[in-house]
């Protein structure tokens, strides 16, 4: 193990630990036995060699023998290494075939690896769930004393019963992970699109930890296993509360479609299921891990149509790291969630998603009257907003005019972060889905024409209305960037006056 806990530490010495079942007890062994046999022949040959340059050194006068090719000695050094060989292949091979063996196992789990978690699935108990890293942000991050099992605790532990023989079946959703639980003497690849089988009796009841064992990613670190061991008897009261659980939580869940959270209930459970699920990628703040994990602050993806964000919660990104929730979430917390993405962190949107938008998929028209009262909300909560630092700034940008220079910058940065991933860097865009702005009617022609596209977006088409999202300086600058980048050369310097004019008239 390369990093043991500094907990642990006093308690691994160097060796291998015979673990807590009869088969890591027997690789124990094994391990043991080859490692004493090793150490026999270092003994042995490295003492027949000091023994010879001892014994037999030219300042005792010795002379070295002349024979040669002694048919004796050939025979002698390759039977005694071979039968050293089988020797140890006799035994080695005995306990592989043993840790190959799960039949007749008695309970089965599927073990799904997972970018980055582990999903646990009884078959015959019907008991499924994910386990999840429950180390705290705040230890990892260092702002808090590390807990006794930092980054070796989860959520929901895997428990499986005592003296039963249990078969797991490993298998992957995206990359190669490897499910590694020391004490088992389990450690055994999940590859996607493949079953590989292990199987494990622990007799002790307990705690037992592992981790991930094969690279797989940004938080290869942080999937642990943890296995509760309880005796049968514990095993099936436990497997009863999950079952209850499950048809709670099934009964909850279609009981939340009709449940209406207010937005503060929908901000405070989604900012909980923000942070377990998505902050890995799309950091705490949602600014993401841009080129890798896309920003969520002002993206179209969270400003644009509810439905949409919705399905992309549900249903993943295909070709992405963006994984489907919709097996991993209730549709209470995909609403929640949403409603968090589309509220937090300046994105302002005043949407609230309810759980029956969720799980309708198909229910656009139920969602079509639910939006109606948001978007009839959103300038009033906004009002709130805006009067403290919005209008101070609007009234600045009316007073000053920036220079070409100021514009120009200002302008660039606005677009490679609002513009660029439709109408790419070079402004030459992906036709016919997203225009050229290189040398386009727009960027060329009339100005106010121009600043009313952005400003308003354009009916019909993928193009926003940044009226809401950006400021009218940034609006300015803009449009100036687009107006004179890419040999668009129009010299057309816009003043955010310009923009607060047709911002105003919206
Ligand atoms: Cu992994």
């Known amino acids: 193990m390369l990093v043991v806990p500094s907990t642990m530490a006093n308690e691994v010495p160097l060796n291998l630990t015979p673990g807590a079942t009869e088969i890591s007890q027997q690789v124990y062994d094994l391990h043991m036995t080859i490692f004493y046999i090793c150490c026999a022949i270092g003994v042995i040959v ?67 690896g997972s970018q980055w978690k582990w999903h646990y699935k009884y078959f015959d108990q019907d008991i499924e769930f994910f386990s999840l890293l429950s180390t705290t942000q705040e230890q990892i991050a260092g702002a808090e004393a590390k807990g006794e099992h930092y980054l070796l605790e989860v959520d929901k532990p895997l428990v499986i019963p005592t003296g039963k023989k249990v078969r797991f079946l490993m298998t992957s959703d995206d990359v190669i992970h490897s499910w590694w639980v020391p004490a088992f003497a389990v450690k055994k690849d999940a590859n996607p699109g493949f079953i590989n089988e292990a199987w494990t009796i622990v007799d002790e009841p307990g705690t037992y930890r592992g981790q991930c064992a094969e690279l797989c990613g940004k938080d290869h670190g942080f999937m642990p296993i943890v296995v509760e061991v309880v005796t049968p008897e514990a095993f099936d009261v436990w497997v009863a509360e999950q079952q209850q659980a499950a048809a709670d939580a099934a009964a909850e869940a279609a009981a939340s479609l009709n449940q209406t959270l207010t937005m503060e209930e929908s901000m405070t459970l989604g900012e909980q299921v923000y942070i377990a699920r998505c902050a890995a990628c799309h950091q705490p703040n949602g600014a993401g891990l841009p080129g890798v994990f896309p920003s969520l602050k002002k993206s179209p993806y969270i400003l644009g149509d509810v439905a949409a964000h919705i399905d992309i919660v549900v249903n993943g990104q295909a070709g992405t790291a963006m994984q489907a929730f919709s097996g991993q979430l209730t549709a209470k917390e995909i609403a929640a969630v949403v409603t968090y993405e589309r509220n937090a962190w300046g994105n302002d949107t005043g949407d609230l998603v309810q759980a029956a938008d969720v799980a309708g998929g198909s229910g656009a028209e139920e969602s079509a009257p639910q939006e109606q009262p948001a978007t009839n909300l959103k300038p009033v909560t906004e009002a709130v907003v805006v009067t403290v630092e919005d209008v101070v700034e609007e009234v600045e940008e009316q007073l000053s005019d920036l220079s070409m220079d100021e514009l120009m910058s200002k302008g660039e940065q606005v677009y490679m972060a609002q513009c660029v991933a439709c109408h790419q860097p070079t402004g030459q865009g992906m036709p016919p889905a997203f225009p050229s702005l290189v040398g386009s009617p727009i960027t060329v022609g009339d100005v106010a024409a121009h600043i009313d596209i952005v400003v308003k977006g354009k009916p019909g088409s993928a193009m926003m209305g940044y009226g809401q999202m950006l400021t009218a300086t940034e609006i300015a600058a803009v449009v100036t960037y687009e107006r004179n980048a890419w040999g668009n050369n129009t010299g057309d310097a816009v003043q955010p006056s310009q923009v607060h004019a047709a911002k105003s008239g919206q």
């Open 46 to 112: 490295f003492g027949a060699m000091f023994y010879s340059m001892l014994a037999h050194r030219k300042s005792k006068g010795a002379v070295a023998a002349t024979f040669h090719e002694s048919t004796k000695v050939e025979i002698l050094w390759t039977l005694i290494p071979f039968l050293i060989l089988i020797g140890m292949a006799i035994p080695a091979t005995k306990t592989l075939i043993a840790m190959e063996d799960p039949s007749n196992s008695d309970i089965t789990i599927q073990v799904t």
